[in-house]
């Protein structure tokens, strides 16, 4: 039997025992853990100076392109300041080659207005001068559309007026002179006292305006009487009006006066020339010696040149009985039209167009 005294001893032992061990394992792993805990420390250190040189590179860095964003920024301001200074004196140099050259084009137009108005004064002196005994011995009746150029037509009129030749007036033919309209054949219906179709009504107002301004020794052809009120009863009704201004005759006494006919035309009224003029061309051509009738032809810019005269170069029976001009708005195309009349009943076509003979008779 184990006493209490044994029990007492192995008690002491075991504890002993465990506190010895105790001891013994707690230094040895206390040895180990701190080992441990110093190498993490270690560890740690190395990352926390490698994060700081990391973090000094990086601010360096930053640093570096900020001086350089800055230069960058200065460099930029320094070429804008300079190509704005580059600019202005540009611009002040544009301003004063402008200004100069504005001087010298103002100078160069003055110049050119004071040559131009002396080579025109020159010009309307010849042109004035040189009318004169030109058309004597003739009378002259002047036809044109409403809407042509009236400055060249006054020209024209200047032109007859001052060549020692009678000037009768002017006919302006309005664009209601169109056979085709049904208003106009009324009229002229109810102007000839009877039904007449386009035709006959056309011929009637026709003839009856060449039979009545042409003198009597003119219409060699012609066997129609004279209606000597038809351009005044034309008139009232809306197909003429009659401008009087520089004419030697009123409107009622101008019957059988005219032995010369001179038409001026544009490409603007094609259609009142084709169906007006032409006809009444063909209709002195027809009932006049050679040489009664001129046209003239007024340019228009844009338009095509030669619609008015080509008409009668091109028709072999009119192109041997009036003249055509087709360049009257020139001081030369006027000098060739006043010459072309004068030669008249001598027919010749004038002007600068292939279809002419030239500008002035050969």
């Known amino acids: 039997m184990i006493n209490l005294r044994y029990h007492i001893i192995s008690i002491v032992a075991v504890f002993l025992a465990l506190g010895i061990g105790l001891a013994l394992g707690s230094t040895f792993v206390d040895s180990i853990l701190v080992n441990e805990l110093e190498d993490q420390v270690d560890k740690f250190e190395a990352d926390r100076q490698e994060a700081i040189t990391q973090k000094d590179v990086a601010l360096a860095a930053k640093d570096a392109a900020l001086a350089a964003k800055e230069l960058a920024v200065e460099a930029k301001n320094e070429i804008q300041r300079g190509a704005a200074a580059q600019v202005e004196r540009h611009q002040t140099e544009l301003a004063g080659e402008r200004d100069a050259a504005k001087t010298q084009r103002d100078a160069l137009i003055e110049q050119s207005e004071i040559d131009v108005a002396a080579h025109n004064s020159l010009l309307n002196t010849i042109e004035m001068m040189m009318p004169r005994a030109r058309l004597g011995g003739t009378s002259w009746i002047l036809l044109a559309p409403t809407g042509i150029d009236s400055a060249l037509a006054w020209k024209i009129r200047d032109l007859l007026t001052r060549s020692d030749g009678e000037y009768l007036g002017t006919l302006w033919i309005e664009p209601t002179m169109n056979f085709d309209n049904p208003e106009t054949l009324d009229a002229l219906n109810r ?172």
């Open 191 to 362: 102007l000839y006292g009877n039904d007449q179709d386009e035709m006959d009504a056309a011929d009637l107002t026709i003839s009856g305006i060449v039979t009545t301004l042409l003198v009597q020794d003119s219409l060699t052809n012609s066997d129609m009487e004279t209606t000597p009120m038809l351009i005044s009863e034309l008139r009232d009704i809306g197909l003429l009006r009659f401008d009087r201004y520089l004419s030697t005759r009123a409107l009622e006494s101008i019957s059988n006066s005219a032995n010369r006919v001179l038409v001026i035309n544009d490409p603007g009224h094609l259609d009142l020339h084709e169906g007006f003029f032409v006809p009444l061309l063909q209709q002195i051509s027809q009932t006049a010696e050679a040489g009664i009738a001129a046209l003239a032809e007024v340019a228009i810019e844009g338009r095509s040149r030669g619609l008015i005269v080509n008409r009668v170069r091109n028709d072999s029976l009119l192109a041997q009985s009036l003249s055509t001009f087709d360049d009257v708005a020139s001081f030369e195309g006027r000098l060739s039209l006043l010459l072309g009349l004068a030669r008249l009943p001598a027919v010749g076509h004038y002007g600068d167009l292939y279809t002419s003979e030239g500008r002035f008779s050969q």
